[in-house]
């Protein structure tokens, strides 16, 4: 079975504080995505990486970076978090564009920002 | 950009009630997929519909997608407490690594 895991399930921050949120991938996927969840908004697309080192914008990238330097490892990075940023953090990954490209999802991470 | 709209938002049904949740997208898509998301939990994959026009089915779940490949529907055959959750679709357009969720349809069911 494939494994997505994200380094925390709840997380408090302060406004301003960089913040990271990891997400690790067991079966060799080479996309990786990061997603928000908020109530009647959905999943929407922050960043997603479909090989090491390569990354592209989704839907809402203004306030995030992230970084794949490992295959298997995805970050997300606020740079200054700020309270808007409060939410539902989830990661995925999916094997190919082409193929089989489910996305497998980690637990997720909630973020509250003070 | 592309668009996946999804209705009803939410729907609250009698166990025993059938349900269906429709997406619609703006633009033509390569596949579509739909995910179940229980309440707590992280969105779980279900199906992937490919071929205009195409019906699966898993139990008591109907998936469609339309022939033009702009819409789909998931309907659930008399639903049980085990059904209540999010669905979502999901659509893929031509070989863009992006999926575009819909917004999902939480269902609840009355025992």
């Known amino acids: 079975d494939v494994k997505v895991t994200q380094s925390s399930r709840y997380l408090v921050k302060r406004t301003g504080e960089k913040v990271f949120l990891e997400c690790v991938q067991d079966?060799?996927?080479?996309?990786m995505f990061w997603y928000r969840q908020d109530p009647g908004l959905g999943l929407r697309l922050i960043y997603f990486?479909?090989?090491?080192?390569?990354?592209e914008k989704g839907d809402i990238p203004e306030g995030y970076s992230v970084s794949r330097e490992k295959k298997e490892r995805f970050s997300l990075i606020l740079e200054s978090a700020s309270t808007n940023q409060t939410s539902m953090y989830l990661c995925?990954?999916?094997?190919?564009?082409?193929?089989?490209?489910?996305?497998?999802f980690g637990p997720g991470t909630r973020l509250t920002v003070l | 950009g592309q668009q996946v709209m999804q209705i009803p938002q939410y729907q609250h049904v009698q166990e025993g009630e059938d349900f269906t949740t429709y997406c619609n997208s703006s633009?033509?898509?390569?596949?579509i997929q739909w995910y179940k998301q229980r309440p707590g939990g992280h969105p779980v994959f279900l199906i992937q519909?490919?071929?205009?026009?195409e019906v699966k089915k898993q139990k008591r779940l109907t998936f469609q997608f339309g022939e033009a490949k702009k819409n789909s529907s998931l309907h659930i055959t008399a639903t049980q407490t085990t059904d209540v959750g999010t669905y979502f679709c999901?659509?893929?357009?031509?070989?863009?690594?992006?999926?575009?969720f819909g917004k999902g349809t939480l269902l609840t069911v009355n025992p």
């Open positions: 995925a990954s999916s094997l190919s564009p082409t193929g089989a490209d489910t996305q497998y």
């Open positions: 079966m060799d996927h080479e996309n």
């Open positions: 990486s479909y090989d090491v080192k390569m990354k």
């Open positions: 633009t033509t898509l390569s596949n």
């Open positions: 519909l490919v071929k205009s026009g």
């Open positions: 999901a659509g893929k357009r031509g070989s863009n690594y992006k999926l575009t």
